[in-house]
């Protein structure tokens, strides 16, 4: 409290570079490296005193990581239960296991650790204390301090983060131990007969049972413990555990303690409801704030302290909503007291869609894991400490949607802003986040791949730096391979230093790892090869202080990679127009082999495929018979939207994660009626039951026919793979779209060869792939821009700012093109100045192709002074299809279609939409565009 009130003024009295160091810092002085990858559900850490990390994987493993030496290593097993038996007898995969780890505040006196896992045997969790010497655990030095039961019939939800406080009082978040299935995403009260792991009133309402808790207690030094002042219910107290200081709690992941204020903070996993209903509010994951102790919520009260109702599962009648004043527990299953303390609120919470108080966290699935408070007092002898900018800022993460936000909060640590830090970044399956005795923050990813190990789980340091930064280097080759002598010309144009030092080059050209030529000083380079074979060649660029960053290029000497042309001799060579005959002819020509038309190269030798390529269909199955991922992605949108949302979190193409796989998915529904729309419903709104007792996270973000994209994508994967038959060298085909496709694909002609390759070197593959799209571009996928800004809103638009602001994109075709149908939206809401849209091939200022009329904004109204029309509808609904409800209504209304005649070419441009608005101030937007339609 009292840094935070001397900060402002040291900002004031200091020298500017202090006052310097108080500003946002550059995202370029945070490096994140990833320091070990591939682990085995990592699931907490904790920190030893000369800054090697601790971590547990839930089925047992124990791991050191030495940051000096960079190693790994697994320093014990701790037997521990993974798994559950339910009603039906089947063993399913449980959440308990080696769940979490805290180091003693004196651990260089005492070297003790503290453990929480469940017992191998009986139904429980444990708390253990070890001591941990000379890098292990020794084993004869186990205590048991706590103990808290457990049921295993049903999932889910553990808990089991630690931390410590300045006091040395222990923190432990402890889960509720309650089925999530049955109540359809809302409040778990079943209390019939047999059903009490699915009454969440007998846990986390329960003030006589650890669980649904954050558990506080003083280790002692015999392996017991004491119970501190402040706890919420005082020793002795009759229905009720000293052990408790907040009760409430569903899902509680990770704590931290703000040192300075003695705060707890906690990410809380929420239910999965998708909408608010009469049954209560829909699902809200939480960041919660304990200034003292006391009951937050759940499961009577969620997000703001909004109320559920009590359902009668017998009888399927729902009751009035709790009383906030006065939450009564009255389950059968209640050891506890009957009435309970009025709850505290969350102190961040956010639904699936997109909150309302905290728009900022996004829409998609959720999960509110990690937390970090930084404070620059914490750390003793730091190697590194993040700048005072951070101070006292509550980091919080999500393991889902993949960000962490720094919190700003007042004096008192009332909420007052959030940003997102290095919002670049995805941090994906984060599950927990720490400070190091460094000045580090170091991050532990899950990974993608639930109860598995996964590739992509890793232990991360983002280092702050405040000094001098490496360059940053940039190396291009004018050729990878060739014919001897083979003459190659390098450049490190576009390297640069973010301090702005002075750089030196040294430039290497290796052989099976030995230096066979070097030179130096110079931005370019160049080296003259004689004799075949693969080489490297090494780029090292140096600043003046000695920090060193390289880059490195593979050459191949002694052959040359094939030359493939795919012609296409008639028509439009950017886009398709449906029912139209295109013929082409493929040429290819190698400097080794000979060329297709001397017929050194046999037909035959030369694969071509020519095929409409849907929306849906996945661009790695297309690279393997027809093309690369990276020209196909743009034409699976089912795929990319599997891929931007959160689905990795639980399902994989071919292996079963938490949820199944989609191959799994496809063969079940591959002849079923109604599937795709059944598979549409439950991906927006969630569901349980089908395929486990694991609830699917409902996603409202998303429109029907979004998720109808996915839903074909998906099952898609029950067909019979292309097959890639070859065909002729030159022939012609029509665009006739297959039968059951919505035409907004494209078509891809294709063709590839591989050489015969060299003397010490390998053959060398190339293809080349021609497509022809649908005649339709969005502007958010621009090649050049200036002033403009994406909004990835649900309308999804592209906002003009300032008069001359344009976008651009390359290699247009207008062959055969009349005009063009812009989609537009200019309106008095959001003050849009409106202006002219000037059409242009080359360069901003190029020869002028086209332009609209004067686009007016009305001052009665939000509406343009644009006549509508049936085409213009048309294309409205057509384009709103990609939108959610509300806001496709809210676009149809708001939005015109201009069509515009242009003057055609007869080769392909870069094309650039220009705007000419003079009296529009240069931050005023002056339009938003959402489409461009090409007509012949």
């Known amino acids: 409290m009292l840094l935070r009130k001397i900060v402002p003024i040291l900002l004031v009295l200091l020298d500017c570079s202090l006052f310097a160091s108080a500003q946002k810092p550059e995202e370029s002085r945070f490096t994140i490296n990833t320091l070990v990858s591939g682990l085995d559900e990592p699931m907490e850490m904790g920190f030893l005193p000369d800054g090697k990390v601790l971590f547990v994987e839930r089925k047992g493993n124990l791991k050191l990581y030495d940051p000096i030496h960079d190693y790994l290593s697994v320093v014990a097993e701790i037997p521990c239960n993974t798994k559950y038996i339910n009603a039906q007898g089947h063993v399913r995969e449980a959440e308990e296991g080696l769940m979490g780890i805290a180091v003693d505040p004196e651990f260089e006196k005492n070297h003790w650790i503290y453990i929480y896992h469940s017992d191998p045997d009986e139904p429980k969790h444990l708390l253990t204390r070890w001591e941990f010497v000379d890098d292990q655990l020794v084993e004869e030095s186990r205590k048991v301090v706590l103990e808290i039961p457990a049921q295993r019939q049903e999932c889910c939800h553990t808990g089991g983060g630690m931390v410590f406080d300045p006091d040395g009082n222990l923190y432990i978040t402890v889960g509720n131990n309650t089925s999530n299935g049955n109540s359809n995403g809302y409040a778990p009260l079943d209390e019939r007969p047999g059903r009490e792991p699915w009454d969440d009133q007998r846990g986390a309402a329960n003030t006589n049972d650890l669980r649904g808790s954050v558990v506080r207690i003083k280790p002692e030094d015999d392996g017991t413990y004491s119970i501190p002042e402040g706890n919420l219910f005082p020793e002795g107290m009759p229905k009720t555990r000293p052990e408790i200081y907040a009760k409430g709690a569903r899902n509680p992941w990770r704590p931290t303690i703000d040192t300075h204020t003695g705060y707890l903070y906690w990410g809380e996993v929420g239910p999965d409801a998708p909408v608010s209903s009469e049954m209560g509010p829909a699902g809200y994951d939480e960041f919660n704030q304990a200034k003292k102790a006391g009951f937050f919520g759940w499961p009577y009260f969620a997000g703001n302290n909004e109320p559920y109702a009590d359902f009668d599962f017998e009888t399927k009648k729902r009751g009035d909503f709790f009383d906030l004043k006065n939450p009564v527990n009255n389950s059968p299953n209640n050891t506890g007291l009957t009435v309970l303390p009025s709850p505290t609120p969350a102190f961040i919470w956010y639904p699936y869609n997109l909150s309302e108080q905290f728009p900022l966290l996004g829409v998609s699935g959720r999960s509110a894991t990690g937390v970090a408070v930084f404070h620059q007092s914490d750390f003793k002898k730091p190697e590194r400490l993040w700048p005072v900018y951070y101070e006292g800022k509550l980091l919080i993460a999500d393991f889902m949607r993949g960000w962490i936000m720094a919190v700003t909060m007042d004096e008192n640590s009332d909420y007052v802003s959030m940003e997102r830090f290095l919002p670049k970044e995805n941090f994906s399956s984060l599950i927990d986040m720490e400070f190091s005795p460094s000045g580090d923050l170091y991050i532990l990813k899950y990974g993608s791949s639930w109860f598995a190990g996964a590739d992509n789980s890793a232990l991360i340091r983002i280092e702050y730096n405040a000094g001098n930064r490496p360059p940053v280097v940039k190396m291009v080759a004018d050729k990878v391979n060739g014919a001897l002598p083979l003459e190659l010309k390098m450049t490190a144009e576009g390297t640069f230093d973010p301090d702005k030092d002075d750089l030196t080059y040294a430039w290497e050209l290796k052989e099976s790892e ?226 059951g496709e919505t035409g907004y694909g494209g078509w891809a002609v294709r063709s590839a060869y591989t050489d015969h390759g060299g003397r010490k070197v390998p053959a060398i593959f190339s293809e080349e792939i021609v497509f022809l799209k649908y005649p339709f571009l969005d502007p958010r996928d621009k090649d050049f821009y200036k002033n403009t800004e994406d909004l990835d809103t649900p309308t999804k638009v592209l906002q003009f700012f300032g008069d001359q602001s344009f976008i651009g994109f390359k290699d247009i075709d207008l062959t055969g093109i009349s005009s063009l149908d812009l989609l537009i939206q200019a309106s008095k809401r959001t003050s849009s100045a409106g202006g002219i849209i000037e059409i242009r091939q080359g360069s901003p200022t190029g020869e002028l192709l086209g332009k609209t009329q004067t686009i007016e904004v009305m001052d009665r109204d939000d509406s343009m002074i644009i006549p509508d029309n049936e085409k213009s509808k048309k294309i409205r609904v057509e384009q709103a299809r990609r939108m959610q409800a509300g806001a496709a209504e809210y676009f149809l209304g708001q939005s015109r279609v201009l069509n515009v005649p242009i003057k055609p070419t007869s080769e392909k441009v870069d094309l650039y939409f220009v705007i000419n608005s003079p009296k529009a101030e240069t931050n005023q937007i002056v339009l938003s565009f959402s489409g461009i339609e090409f007509n012949q």
Not at 572 to 590: A, G, H, L, R
Not at 683 to 689: D, L, V
Not at 691 to 704: N, R, S, T, V
């Open 514 to 739: 030995k230096v066979v030529a070097r030179t130096s000083g110079q931005i370019t380079s160049e080296f003259k090869i004689t004799k075949p074979g693969l080489y490297t060649a090494v780029l090292k660029v140096t600043d003046k202080h000695g920090s060193e960053s390289k880059k490195e290029i593979e050459i191949k000497a002694g052959n040359t990679a094939p030359e493939i042309n795919i012609l296409l001799k008639a028509g439009n060579k950017s886009f398709y127009f449906p029912d139209t005959q295109v013929v082409y002819e493929v040429d290819v020509v190698d400097q080794e082999d000979g060329s297709l038309k001397t017929k050194e190269i046999l037909s035959d030798q030369v694969s071509v495929n020519v095929d409409y390529v849907p929306e849906t269909f996945d661009p790695i199955e297309i690279s393997s018979n027809y093309a690369t991922a990276d020209a196909q992605a743009r034409f699976s949108t089912g795929y990319k939207l599997i891929s931007k949302n959160d689905c990795g979190s639980c399902h994989m193409k071919n292996q079963k994660s938490i949820g199944p796989s989609y191959t799994q998915i496809a063969e079940r529904y591959k002849n079923t009626s109604g599937a795709n729309n059944t598979l549409v419903q439950k991906i927006i709104n969630g569901g349980q039951g089908v395929w486990g007792d694991h609830a699917m996270a409902a996603h409202p973000q998303l429109q029907e026919n979004e998720a109808s994209s996915m839903v074909s994508y998906i099952l898609s994967l029950s067909d019979k793979p292309l097959e890639a038959k070859s065909l002729p060298v030159s022939g012609k085909f029509k665009t006739n779209v297959p039968v």
